[in-house]
């Protein structure tokens, strides 16, 4: 035992996408405050492994807060309590002994349940592929210094493409809107010179496919803002709605 | 370039650009009414409202844009609904625990019920006071002034109240919408927002104050 | 020997790449669009060589076990890109980046590898500044850059600390355009568990949807492996959980030869262990070795905080030991001198195994020069902090944040802890000039394949040789193999080659379940770490690398007897990837072991004690070992050591000094 914390979690399990699913009532005991959120869930599998049960199955890789494929809707909120961090981050220091923890999966028609807490995130990937690039074929290049940048508008860019593609904003959103995510995309791009070609194209072509997949549409109460882990501004919706907007009236 | 249009108008962003559109437009009504309304507040016996009143009813402009006003009302309305359906069908599992208010506002996610409240002291309210005014004769023959209408319908505390929670829900509303309406057009900037915020929250409660003032004077007697 | 042919072309070494561009044979549009190609893996490297093959014509399929193209580990890359743009104007040039490579590199890599990767460094930014990837940028809107380890010239270009993040998502973009276009066909959360080869040439894998557990045929007339790095074989290590060897290893035992494969980099600024329960260790980047000085207390077994010991009592021992790059030399030598002081007693923290990152100086010096930048008159010691602190933000914002959240402390007011742990793998896959491994038609990209980097990388190298790989090489060279095959129609799945690699894997998965044994997955993935990291990490020698071996193959055989996968094959089954995962492990950590205690000489990252000098330098010997160490699968755990010499037509290998 590394620690001595004792917590009670309620965490959702689900068999396979068409299974029905329930929260499952699991105490964990000896939980040291430095463990990551996930760390403490490899010591309920570790246990559930021993005892000749299935394990939970979660979305993970990197552990440091960059990959973003770790998914947990944790006591009602996307990523835990702690703002501005992803769920590998969250350290068991932000929970108190003997807490009850409720575990569930991101919920959102376009994010269907694979397992457990695993969901299939891909309308994100089926969005990007409708226009969050810049159609600049390998080789066609000119130098990277020709275009001189503003720094404010290059840092602007830059903080809207520090989007993880996690899936937060969605989970969180009373409506399982996406716009935070597609919207950071679109500005990332609509910042930049090289983004303006395809900018007509790229706001219309983007946001119908966010309305294919099924998810929601905004009504600014600005959950995703505050829960993203890494803080991806409303600006940025603003933004798209402009491109949008200006998109429909130009063509 | 039809289909085009259809399909911009019938996109998420579309339809919330009509929420926000319709929204400003109904604000800017609230504007008029607001200002028509506190002329009983001269405490002249209703003689400056009533011209006031007099001329909304009979302008021919006016009765044009009271048309534009109940369809902006019911586009606010059907898109609402239309929204409201497809954005519950976007989470057809909902969570066991939703901790909303770490972070949001409870009357940011709870525009539907607000305005649904709404819609019902809306017809209550027209039906005392615009069908009144509009299609019984003793308005429009003479006999009897809005002013003395609106003494009559306030002298029931019950309605009072309905009243003012109608413009309790009617403020809540607007706390979330003004500013929710600029962000849906686009217009978010560091500099900018940060008084449109300002602007909004002052104006939803200034003009709430205005709108449950008169029925409370009324009821209490401060103006006669 | 003779198996082994670098393919390197003739010629001056300035001129090697332009040639063999001028002249390799070429693969017209019409046959292009009739050309499969299978790609694993879809980091930095596998993403730019899809979209890249995919703008050129092929037909490309892409495979990631993870849930999305954009998640691969290439992400994780904090610090930044390395290219010969010379746009500091302070005397970087091809040949500059191209001779600190070798150089950093101990020596071990070829020149002819290493002078291209030099040369299309600089087209690499051009390109992802054009994807509208936001790098750093100066107020006059030129890029910004920033100087890494084992250089003296800024050619470093960076965002923040999430370069990586931004790179991959600009190749990420790229791929997606093409998945668009229907010329890539993303088959994500599918993992490549054999290769198939028909008369010799590599021809298809068999992939496992990890949803379904269906075991899937893929044929493809190349294929290509950009799956990473192996450092998890140490368990903890800076990778991503689902880091591993697997699709190189079943290439590797295909007849794919392994180079190198003890060639691991230990980085030195990472953030200490706390625990058993510890999953992964954190990397704070090397950038932070720009501005943060390192230190110990001068005294052994020092238990003061830091701020309490006053600057004489405090051993600076990088200045020291190395005044020439001082806090920057390169990462092996960081590493190293770290524990060289914690072995000897000097380390801090609770675990005494950990040095001290300050940017208290750091914090000082940039708070004088805003003061100054600003026009703040005789400003105020608390006024001065808060500037440095801001410049400080600017720069390692995130990474300081990173290290409170893990931590519980803050960086600003108390000096940092770190401590090395494995971060990089430079061995791989063994891969000729063409990039294409010792099976025809498969091909190794990335640090997946053990190119470029020798026995030790440079920061900020990675990025580089990904997406040089994946852009630049690769698209080329292929095509001088796709030329030949152009007659060559789409074999059928049904071909038996197919049948009989997914025999095999199944095979694999029935005995897994059949096991039915005692122990956890990672019960036996700790075990084998902790092995690697007493006996084949920082420093290795022959006694320990000998029981190493005999403690692997132990191990193994209670893997094999007592491993426990719950659950079953026909569903999203994690503890069964972790199986196919470290059941390689268990393998490839034996071959480790037989490389470093073959090479009985100090390079790079790999450090045989019995090899120092006085001073406990690194001692390389070129007369015995100036060799790539290729190594053979001959089946039932037995190898076959081939050797390709390096050839050193240009610089010419001396003592590595950073003094």
Known sequence: MSGNMNLTLRIWRQKSAKANGQLVTYPVKGISPDMSFLEMFDVLNEELINKGEEPIAFDHDCREGICGACSMFINGQPHGPKKGVTTCQLHMRSFKDGDTIVVEPWRAAAFPVIKDLTVDRAAFDRIIAKGGFISVNTGNAQDANNIPIPKTDADLSFNAAACIGCGACVATCKNSSAMLFVSAKISQLALLPQGQVERIARAKNMVAQMDEEGFGSCTNTGACEVECPKEISLENIARMNREYFMANIKE | ?224 | MSKLDSKIPEGNLEEKWSKYKASCALVNPANKRSLEIIVVGSGLAGASAAASLAELGYKVKVFCFQDSARRAHSIAAQGGINAAKNYQNDGDSTYRLFYDTIKGGDYRAREGNVYRLAEVSANIIDQCVAQGVPLAREYGGMLSNRSFGGTQVQRTFYAAGQTGQQLLLGAYSGLQRQVGLGTVEMLARHEMLEVVTIEGKARGIIARDLVTGKLERHFGHAVLLCTGGYGNVFYLSTNAMGCNVTAAWKAHKKGAFFGNPCFTQIHPTCIPVSGDHQSKLTLMSESLRNDGRIWVPKKAGDVRKANEIPEEERDYYLERRYPAFGNLVPRDVASRAAKERCDAGFGVGTSKMAVFLDFKSAIERYGHNQAVKLGVQNPTAAQLKDFGKQVVEEKYGNLFEMYEQITGENPYEVAMRIYPAVHYTMGGLWVDYNLMTTVPGLYCLGEANFSDHGANRLGASALMQGLADGYFVLPYTIGAYLSKEISVKAISTDHEAFGIAEKAVQGQIDKFFAIKGTKSVDHFHKKLGKIMWDKCGMARNEKGLNEAILEIRQLREEFWKDVRVPGTNNELNPELEKAFRVADFLELGELMCMDALNRSESCGGHFREESQTEEGEALRNDDKFSYVSAWENKGDGKYELHKEELIFDVVHPSARSYK
């Not at chain 2, 800017?28 to 909304?56: K, P, R």
């Not at chain 2, 609402?80 to 409870?106: C, D, E, F, H």
């Not at chain 2, 539907?112 to 005014?133: A, D, E, P, R």
């Open chain 2, 1 to 224: 370039m039809s289909t085009n249009q259809a399909n911009f108008l019938q996109s998420s962003l579309g339809k919330k650009l009509i929420m926000g559109l319709t929204g400003l437009f109904l604000i800017s009504f609230l504007v008029v009414h607001a200002f028509i309304n506190s002329l009983i507040f001269f405490n002249d016996g209703g003689v400056l409202f009533n011209e006031g009143s007099e001329f909304m009813a009979h302008n021919p402009v006016i009765r044009v844009i009271e048309i534009v006003l109940f369809i902006g009302i019911i586009l606010h309305i059907v898109q609402a609904l239309i929204l409201t359906l497809q954005n519950n069908k976007a989470r057809p599992v909902k969570y066991a625990v939703n901790n909303g208010k770490a972070n949001s506002k409870w009357y940011s996610r709870s525009m539907g019920l607000l305005g649904t409240l709404l819609l019902i002291f809306l017809i209550i309210h027209l039906k005392h006071f615009w069908v009144v005014s509009r299609f019984t004769d003793e308005i429009t023959s003479g006999e009897e002034t809005m002013y003395g209408e609106m003494k009559e319908v306030f002298e029931n505390p019950l309605i009072v109240i309905t009243y003012v929670l109608g413009v309790i829900s009617l403020g809540y509303h607007l706390l979330h919408g003004f500013q929710s309406a600029f962000q849906t057009l686009g217009l978010n900037h560091p500099k900018y927002t940060p008084f449109i915020k300002a602007l909004g929250f002052w104006f939803s409660i200034i003009i709430s104050l205005v709108f449950a003032a008169m029925p409370i004077a009324l009821y209490m007697g401060w103006v006669k």
